[in-house]
């Protein structure tokens, strides 16, 4: 947590979060064009921000995308903010709310933690229904090869469309798969309007992938999910569920319990 104070303590950092706050998931050049530094003074800054967590990098191709990240936030207020009346920690809290509200760019949610676990243990907990359960209150029925369909359950509510997919499962490395379906019984089961379903029901199918590097005693897990279409209804729903269900997720893996029982429909 030092470190992100550490990296949060200079306006030019605070600045470039502000810049990836408006436009997410840009590129150094696109970084230096809207800011008065050097592109080396820019390298510099993004990797503090890296090191704290406070930003996730990905490669598309040959460019290298910067995306907020919101979990050391989530940290803090976790820490601090839930504890005391808002009032006397504003600042933090106005920080909170503005990473977490902020758009993750027009198609794309990023996450990343760091758990102290294995490689291994984490893809189990990825893919064993008796751990989805526990910390998201999902299960999955399939055999995760690529190519194969997927049965998603949630409380009484099930989905079984031919385009859930498995996508990638490269074990203890990547996993990928194509989002559910919603449907009438999916508002009805989770108190949901009937109509916003109808229309998140007529977005492009997403997808999610799940990265996983070890790093020594701990592992480095970034949620991906993506291919929504500029404006998404879905992406507003899927940015407030994941935090909350990758908190739940490091904290079974750490401790061996859960967090309070997780609202599925949140980040369905």
């Known amino acids: 947590m030092d470190e992100v104070f550490k990296a949060l303590?200079?306006?030019?950092?605070?600045?470039?979060?502000d810049s990836l706050n408006v436009d997410n998931g840009q590129t150094l050049r696109e970084l230096c064009a809207g800011l008065a530094m050097a592109r080396q003074s820019v390298s510099?800054?993004?990797?503090?921000?890296?090191?704290?967590?406070?930003?996730?990098?990905?490669?598309?191709?040959?460019?290298?995308?910067?995306?907020?990240?919101?979990?050391?936030?989530?940290?803090?207020?976790?820490?601090?903010?839930?504890?005391?009346h808002r009032a006397r920690v504003h600042a933090l809290a106005d920080l909170k709310q503005a990473l977490e509200a902020s758009p993750m760019g027009d198609n794309a949610f990023v996450y990343t933690t760091y758990i102290k676990t294995t490689d291994k243990k984490l893809w189990q907990a990825l893919t064993d229904s008796?751990?989805?359960?526990?910390?998201?209150?999902?299960?999955?029925?399939?055999?995760?090869?690529?190519?194969?369909?997927?049965?998603?359950?949630?409380?009484?509510?099930?989905?079984?469309?031919?385009?859930?997919?498995?996508?990638?499962?490269?074990?203890?490395?990547?996993?990928?798969?194509?989002?559910?379906?919603?449907?009438?019984?999916?508002?009805?089961?989770f108190e949901m309007d009937p109509d916003e379903v109808a229309q998140w029901a007529r977005e492009p199918r997403s997808k999610v992938t799940f990265e996983i590097e070890p790093q020594g005693e701990i592992v480095k897990l970034t949620v991906v999910h993506d291919g929504f279409a500029p404006g998404s209804r879905v992406l507003e729903g899927i940015r407030g569920g994941w935090p909350s269900i990758v908190s739940n997720l490091k904290t079974l893996l750490e401790t061996g319990v859960t967090l309070p029982d997780p609202d599925p429909a949140i980040a369905s």
């Open 9 to 17: 303590a200079d306006p030019s950092r605070r600045r470039l979060l």
């Open 44 to 84: 510099k800054h993004l990797a503090v921000l890296e090191a704290a967590n406070l930003i996730s990098t990905r490669r598309d191709g040959r460019e290298k995308l910067h995306y907020l990240n919101a979990e050391p936030i989530n940290a803090i207020a976790d820490r601090w903010i839930n504890r005391y």
């Open 130 to 189: 008796a751990f989805t359960s526990r910390y998201w209150g999902t299960a999955f029925d399939t055999d995760w090869c690529p190519g194969s369909t997927m049965v998603w359950r949630q409380q009484d509510w099930s989905s079984d469309d031919p385009e859930q997919i498995v996508l990638e499962a490269d074990p203890y490395t990547r996993l990928a798969y194509t989002w559910h379906t919603f449907d009438p019984h999916f508002a009805a089961t």
